[in-house]
């Protein structure tokens, strides 16, 4: 044991005034640093420290890693998903297509020799014809109804022209053009058929809000789930909660470490899912392929791009921020010393 | 300097602290005493902005700590220096981790952080036991680190509860003559304590509270 008796050392050199060409701030024993350089440097610790807690519990936080990951890589392989979708959608050449029912006294000859004629128009790309006994067939085949169809006495359908109208043409344009094919010598009955197009873009958009009510629950999910590890996080250092508040750490002193374990969680989880994504489209690469190969289309399947990977790293830590944010603001004004 | 005007601190149905007057003045050492409940505890926590008064004007260093907001009281804290009966020492790290958290909180740099903690651990005899964890430690060295986190930062106002309180008595004359002599350097000691024959040998003022107020030791306002 020391001397008890003695003036106190550590109070020695209080309020000595600075030498001739000492710099005070950087005289050792002057006292704290600048507010500026204090706050990096307790930024760079509260990093430090609680990545280096972070690693000394490597199963938990693996853990942390995995339920984050996964609640983020569900949304984020679906939004891929549908990216495709719709870039596959775009590359589709959706014509309006034009359905011209003949008389019915139309022979097959004279549809063809309208068909030539209509394809000489500018605005018409093409013009099929679809001939009364095919059609039937056809209509048999997809509706199960072939024997009462053989039944018939005689074929009920016209011959029919299937007329694709130029891609460039607008919408009065193509007004025009319905009018036009409506008062053909010959033509019956003009069906401008849309509702298909109309369909699939419905569907496209009840995909696309589907995906993003899944993943905004995943990440909602994601954010409660964070924000619980860190309330225990919280309980586990009570203790030292209290003695930092009762010895001059403010809020943002206490509150900083567990902002970056958020952070550091969250970007942790980020990676992780960038993995799960990559792994699971490569798992679904070649199916989709040869799908899509099906269809007679050469479409391969676009991954994760670097950006969107990056996207995907900068959400997880923006939520893990934001759920250590919530779960600070809520739990930590509770630690007050007692 | 402390300035206590008329400060009364009331909790739900009784008066912890009734119309309390007095100034304790820089540089100054003065104990704290009465039966407990008679608003000791009170009085160091209205000092330490842990309880606010519900009447009067508490002034610290000329300030009004009433104008002290939420956001400030850490900054306010680190002019204090703290000495708790129960240590409040964190087990989770070495003596010297825990002398050195005033020094992290206020910002101090490594260099200094290193000097200052072995000067604080020398002074109390427990420069040897830096790299201890202070679980192992007994109470009466516990005790010591706990001062020595007191002091590390140097500040103007020392304030202890019960320091003494499971100490033997010769360690309890070693530990107030530590106090003595960190006031002879011209830091205010507030001492709390209710072992009157320690105390009243040391002659300093002693400010007595009974059942809230103040009965001796009022001091000049």
Partial sequence: ?338 | MIVFDRVGKRFDNHDAIRDISLTIDSGEMVFLTGHSGAGKSTFLRLLMLLERPTSGCLMVNHRDTSRVKRRAIGTYRRDFGIVFQDHQLLFDRTVFDNVALPLHIAGFEMRDVNRRVRAALDKVGLLQRERANPAVLSGGEQQRVGIARAVVARPKILIADEPTGNLDPQLSAEIMSLFEAFNQVGVMVVIASHDLALISRLRHRIITLNNGRLVGGGGHL
Wanted: proline content about 4%.
């Fill in chain 1, 1 to 338: 044991m020391g001397d008890w008796s003695v003036a106190v050392g550590i109070y020695e050199g209080r309020n000595v005034p600075a030498g001739p060409g000492m710099n005070n701030a950087r005289r050792v024993g002057v006292g704290p640093r600048h507010p500026i350089v204090r706050w990096v440097y307790h930024h760079r610790q509260a990093a430090a420290d609680s990545l280096h807690k972070l690693v000394f519990e490597p199963i938990s936080t693996l853990l942390t890693w995995m339920v984050l990951g996964i609640a983020l890589a569900l949304p984020a392989t679906l939004l891929v998903l549908l990216s495709n979708v719709l870039a596959l959608a775009d590359t589709i050449d959706v014509p309006a297509r034009f359905s011209l029912f003949l008389n019915e006294l139309t022979t097959l000859e004279q549809a063809s020799d309208i068909a030539r004629r209509m394809e000489q128009r500018v605005d018409i790309a093409q013009v099929s014809v679809l001939d009364r006994v095919t059609a039937l067939a056809d209509f048999g085949v997809q509706t199960g109804l072939e024997s009462l169809i053989e039944s018939l006495d005689a074929n009920p359908l016209p011959h029919t022209l299937l007329v694709e109208p130029a891609a460039h043409i607008n919408a009065s344009r193509m007004d025009e053009l319905a009018d036009a094919l409506t008062n053909t010598p010959g033509v019956a009955n003009v069906i401008f058929d849309t509702q298909w197009l109309a369909r699939f873009e419905t569907s496209l958009l009840l995909l696309q809000r589907l995906v993003i009510g899944l993943g905004l629950m995943m990440v909602i999910g994601a954010i409660l789930i964070l924000g619980n590890t860190l309330r225990l996080a919280i309980e586990a250092r009570r203790a030292e909660i209290v003695v930092i508040k009762l010895i001059g750490g403010g809020d943002a002193f206490v509150r900083r470490p567990f902002l970056y374990m958020g952070l550091w969680c969250g970007v942790g989880g980020g990676a992780l899912a960038i993995g799960l994504v990559i792994i699971f489209l490569s798992l679904l690469a070649s199916p989709a392929a040869t799908l899509l190969a099906l269809y007679n289309s050469d479409w391969q399947l676009q991954g994760l791009s670097f950006i969107a990977a990056l996207q995907l790293a900068l959400v997880g830590g923006s939520l893990g921020l934001l759920s250590a944010w919530q779960a600070t603001t809520i739990h930590l004004r509770r630690v007050e010393p007692k």
